[in-house]
């Protein structure tokens, strides 16, 4: 079985700054494990996404995450929050051989100006 | 070249009413899965298809059902419509569905009364 756990569901930072979003995975199997973006009344959009190799993973919009096996986690980061960065994000996972993708709740991301 | 098309953007329904969503992929792409996505939450795994063939059920009921045409373009079916699904109905299309990562259409927002 597999499942996605985001710690809280609302997260606020202020414009210019780091913006922490987190996940955390539970596979049987080796995960893949993706980030995805979603604007209101959209559709979800790919940031990023780790299958094998490097751990630290480049996304689009300046996004990156870090794969930590030992942790179970596959948190989302940017150094400098701008608002279009205002979303909402899903942590999901799918596991080697499983045909689904399993998300998050999602975390709402708030932008102070 | 497009993205994954879907239609209708928006259904009003009532209860006890069939639907049918329709999906394009992108061209290219053989796998479509479907998604619901009830207001705020993540989305569920309804099926997947590939090269027509059902290779994904989620956990939902018989009235749910779906299929996949040689041009690769997708159907998802709702009999007897209940309040409960309410929702957006996300498509997603990927080369082979072996996991390296699904792109999204902009969902059908379907109301049933």
């Known amino acids: 079985a597999q499942s996605v756990t985001q710690l809280g569901s609302h997260v606020s930072v202020s414009e210019g700054a780091l913006v922490l979003l987190r996940c955390n995975y539970s596979s049987s199997v080796p995960p893949y494990l993706f980030w995805y973006v979603q604007y209101p009344n959209q559709g979800l959009q790919l940031l990023l996404k780790y299958t094998t190799g490097a751990t630290l993973v480049k996304g689009i919009n300046g996004f990156e995450a870090e794969f930590k096996k030992s942790e179970t986690s596959f948190h989302l980061t940017k150094p400098s929050a701008h608002m279009s960065d205002a979303a909402e994000y899903f942590c999901a996972v799918r596991s080697s051989g499983n045909e689904k993708l399993t998300f998050g709740t999602g975390t709402r991301l708030t932008i102070i100006p | 070249d497009a993205g994954v098309t879907q239609s209708p953007t928006h259904l009003i329904k009532t209860r006890g009413q069939h639907v049918t969503l329709r999906c394009s992929p992108i061209?290219?792409?053989?796998?479509v899965s479907w998604y619901q996505q009830v207001l705020g939450q993540g989305p569920q795994f309804i099926f997947q298809y590939y090269e027509k063939e059902e290779r994904g059920r989620g956990n939902f009921p018989d009235r749910f059902s779906a299929r996949q045409f040689p041009n690769y373009s997708s159907e998802l079916n709702v009999n007897a419509l209940l309040l409960g699904d309410s929702a957006l109905y996300l498509c997603?299309?990927?080369?082979?569905?072996?996991?390296?990562?699904?792109?999204f259409g902009p969902g059908t927002r379907l109301t049933v009364l």
């Open positions: 997603a299309s990927s080369l082979d569905g072996t996991g390296m990562g699904e792109f």
């Open positions: 061209s290219g792409h053989k796998s």
